[in-house]
């Protein structure tokens, strides 16, 4: 495969798992985006600011072209996790709106540089510190995908809405009713594999 096209399938995917992560907040209230919804806090305004920061990192300051508007978050005197969920005075629209400029500034850098350009990751371990455009991407793709993982089923504990993206759900078509029972039948299964659970 040559360089343009392994290039077009990378930025194709990392594209869509984007696209996944803004689409999971359509419809919510400003509650709903930013609750908490695991024990470590994990909330869908939180995935976006966090992924904000990373694309930032990874495809503006690692490559030489650092993204040019401030994340106040990333800040020396930050507290711990403060890309990881949306203060009060943090508005959805700015964090999304942000989260578009940093993603088409990679954009660009996906554009402007070969697959073999290298850059610099500071806090990677030193054997690993100047990956190429092509490794950093292979990550990327992957740290969205499992961030959409992650917003996938948390976007499911807020209002049951689930599926792959816009106009493809990749659900099946099955209605309430059917998942309802598909859940109950598959506690019963867990139940009968470990007849002490739940005493």
């Given at each position: 495969?040559?360089d343009?096209?392994a290039?077009?399938d990378?930025?194709?995917?990392l594209?869509?798992?984007r696209?996944?992560?803004v689409?999971?907040?359509?419809?919510?209230s400003?509650y709903d985006?930013?609750?908490?919804?695991?024990?470590?806090?994990t909330n869908?305004l939180g995935?976006?600011?966090?992924?904000?920061?990373?694309?930032?990192?990874?495809?503006?300051?690692?490559?030489g072209r650092?993204?040019?508007?401030?994340l106040?978050?990333t800040a020396?005197?930050?507290e711990?996790?403060?890309d990881?969920?949306?203060?009060?005075?943090?508005s959805r629209?700015?964090?999304?709106?942000q989260?578009?400029?940093?993603?088409?500034?990679?954009?660009e850098?996906?554009?402007?540089?070969?697959?073999d350009a290298t850059?610099?990751v500071p806090?990677?371990?030193?054997?690993r510190?100047?990956?190429?455009?092509?490794?950093v991407?292979?990550?990327?793709?992957?740290?969205?995908?499992?961030?959409?993982g992650?917003?996938?089923?948390?976007?499911?504990q807020?209002?049951?809405?689930?599926?792959?993206?816009?106009g493809?759900?990749?659900?099946?078509?099955?209605?309430?009713?059917?998942w309802?029972?598909?859940?109950?039948?598959?506690?019963?299964?867990?139940?009968?594999a470990d007849?002490?659970?739940?005493?």
């Amino acid at each position: 495969m040559d360089d343009d096209r392994a290039k077009a399938d990378l930025h194709r995917a990392l594209a869509a798992a984007r696209e996944v992560m803004v689409w999971k907040l359509d419809g919510l209230s400003e509650y709903d985006a930013r609750r908490p919804l695991t024990p470590s806090g994990t909330n869908l305004l939180g995935l976006v600011k966090h992924l904000t920061n990373v694309e930032a990192g990874y495809l503006g300051g690692a490559f030489g072209r650092p993204f040019d508007e401030p994340l106040a978050w990333t800040a020396p005197e930050r507290e711990p996790n403060a890309d990881m969920w949306a203060t009060p005075d943090e508005s959805r629209e700015d964090i999304v709106g942000q989260y578009h400029r940093v993603c088409a500034h990679g954009d660009e850098t996906i554009r402007a540089l070969p697959l073999d350009a290298t850059g610099e990751v500071p806090h990677w371990p030193p054997e690993r510190r100047h990956p190429t455009l092509h490794a950093v991407l292979v990550h990327l793709v992957a740290e969205t995908h499992r961030h959409a993982g992650h917003a996938d089923i948390v976007r499911e504990q807020v209002d049951g809405a689930a599926g792959h993206r816009p106009g493809a759900g990749n659900m099946g078509g099955r209605d309430v009713a059917w998942w309802a029972a598909y859940r109950d039948r598959l506690e019963q299964a867990a139940r009968q594999a470990d007849p002490e659970a739940g005493r």
